[in-house]
């Protein structure tokens, strides 16, 4: 069971995705877990075989148990197979692959629509053959549909499984159908408001939901007390100008689709990535009582869940993405943090960690540090504010920037240099 953050202890697992006998790759998304504060997918860190599944389906264990063995060694691995054109497996997504083991596609003869010849579940489903009852009378339950494989529990996304779960909806009459279509939260949260009360009385939450929410929060907490308690926290704030930032933005976003523009939390994202590798003292861990700096920029962002609390994943490298790649992760990031479809390395990563509350019209933001990182950086809202200029007074767009810095790892002169390294870039907002 992995740690996913410094307040996790333990964890439930809720879905695996392979088997015993099956050949996985590293990055592969081997199973599903659910903790506190988000349901999370798990990678596996190693190519291999599956050999044997240590801890079943729904079982909360305590971070640090095996949960599968998988054999590694060269000699016991199937050898690769030759080239099968026209669409090798390569060409799939692991959830697509996985998606073709259930149905018994092979994918090698599928050819794909997507991008680049890659293969979807569309093509995986019309590649799908058509099942028949069994000639001796199989009782139907035995005949295979693609939503019926294990019991219907791999055609639905783990965070509506979770949330069937809380609502208290059977899935079963969710994936009756033949489609292929995973069912979804939306579905789930249809169905609990329609099915009805075998009490007679109207259908209400489910206890569990609020028993979620305040686990989450729990956790939430102990983590945020534990920042305070250990770490000694120093803040400093500086006012930007982002009228250069605006300004480019909307020259660019003029020649873009609606869906593609590039917002200004993006250039703040960059502009933060960027500022923590010059200033390196603000992107690592402080462990061990000291000071391990980061290898590369992980900015972990702060995202608010729809049904409450907290959770903050990382965009990798972020230093080293162009500002439209990054707006790019930023909302896939959110939609899946959002949908409880995060990896399990997207929770771990981050050594840096920024908070925009700006959408909710907060002018400041002095956050707690994400244990065990050394820094924190919070943005307000943009607004129009009267400044002087050249001498001149007038009318320009500022947010406020402020540094939450661990004292252990660094001093205000070091703070003051990284806000000032901030806001140099933000005025030069072409070199992001």
């Known amino acids: 069971m992995p740690s996913l953050g410094a307040d996790m202890d333990e964890g439930t697992l809720t879905q695996w995705l392979v088997k015993p ?5 590293r990055g592969d ?3 599903v877990i659910d903790t506190d504060k988000a349901t999370v997918e ?8 599956v050999e044997r599944i240590m801890v079943p389906q729904g079982e909360r264990v305590p971070v640090g148990t095996p949960l599968a063995t998988i054999t590694t060694e060269p000699a016991q691995l199937p050898q690769p197979a030759a080239p099968r054109p026209p669409c090798p497996p390569a060409l799939a997504s692991p959830p697509v692959r996985e998606y073709a ?3 018994g596609v092979d994918l090698a003869s599928v050819s794909g629509t997507g991008r680049n010849g890659a293969i979807t579940r569309a093509d995986v489903r019309r590649a799908a053959p058509v099942v028949t009852p069994e ?9 295979a549909t693609p939503k019926a494989v294990e019991g219907g529990r791999t055609q639905v996304t783990p965070y509506a499984r979770q949330l069937a779960k809380q609502l208290g909806v059977d899935l079963a009459a969710l994936t009756s159908d033949s ?3 995973p069912v979804r939260a939306a579905q789930v949260r249809a169905a609990a408001t329609h099915q009805p009360s075998t009490s007679g009385e109207p259908t209400t939450q489910s206890p569990q939901e609020p028993d979620r929410l305040t686990a989450m929060r729990l956790a939430t907490a102990r983590l945020m007390a534990r920042s305070k308690r250990e770490i000694p926290h120093y803040y400093l704030s500086t006012e930007i100008d982002m009228t250069r930032v605006n300004a480019l933005l909307r020259g660019r976003n003029l020649e873009l689709p609606v869906e593609d523009r590039v917002l200004a939390a993006a250039a703040l994202l960059k502009a933060t990535a960027v500022t923590a590798r010059r200033v390196p003292a603000f992107n690592g861990h402080w462990l061990d009582d000291q000071f391990a700096p980061g290898t590369a920029v992980h900015l972990g962002v702060a995202i608010s869940l729809r049904g409450g609390g907290l959770i903050a994943p990382a965009i990798r490298s972020a230093d080293e993405l162009d500002l ?4 790019r992760r930023l909302g896939d990031l959110v939609r899946r943090a959002r949908s409880g479809r995060l990896r399990g390395t997207e929770l771990t990563d981050a050594t840096i960690t920024v908070t925009n509350l700006g959408d909710l019209g907060v002018e400041s933001v002095h956050g707690v540090i994400y244990p065990p990182q050394v820094a924190l950086v919070g943005f307000g809202k943009l607004s129009e504010r009267p400044c002087a200029v050249d001498g001149l007074l007038g009318v320009r767009s500022m947010v406020t920037a402020t540094l939450s810095a661990d004292h252990r790892a660094t001093d205000g002169h070091t703070g003051a240099r990284f806000l000032s390294t901030l806001n140099e870039l933000l005025q030069r907002p072409e070199v992001l």
């Open 21 to 25: 006998g099956d050949t996985v790759r």
């Open 29 to 31: 998304v081997v199973a």
């Open 324 to 327: 439209a790649e990054l707006m």
């Open 42 to 49: 798990v990678e596996c860190f190693d190519s291999g075989v």
């Open 179 to 181: 489609t292929g279509t």
């Open 101 to 103: 083991k259930q149905l």
């Open 135 to 143: 000639p001796r009378g199989a009782p139907a339950a035995q005949v």
